[in-house]
């Protein structure tokens, strides 16, 4: 992840957020920046992935995940992700982005809409000792 400064901002945000469960959905608002566009004038297909990550990080923050992840020493890991789009976003545009963990097992499920139509969906697997597979 290579925006680090809005990895803070969420992350400090985040925690100033009321409290969630694990299931529940979780929304932000968000704009294309110029950083986050490609030579075809919209959001890079990486960058999805980046904002996905940004998410997480608040949904691990505001559920207490992340201060778990962190006592025991657990990472967590993609074993494989599948994205569509249906339209690209364009520079400055402003997005709602929802997110929710749908399962924790060996299939875990995560999706994302913007108001009034889907721009894209995605959906992880994660193996269920993966945790303890990798160190942070």
Known sequence: MNLY????WIWLHAQ???????GDTIE???QV???????????NNGRYM??????L???FTRS???KVLVRKGWRPMLGGSMISFRRGLKPFRRYTLRFALLCWDERCKRSDVAPNEVHRKWSARTRRDSASSYRL
């Open 64 to 66: 207490g995940i992340l």
């Open 33 to 43: 920046w110029p950083n986050d566009i490609d030579v075809i004038g919209h959001m």
């Open 5 to 8: 400064l809005r990895l803070l």
């Open 57 to 59: 990080i608040e949904y």
């Open 28 to 30: 932000m608002r968000l």
């Open 16 to 22: 100033l957020k009321p409290p969630i469960r694990v």
């Open 50 to 55: 980046t904002i996905i990550d940004l998410a």
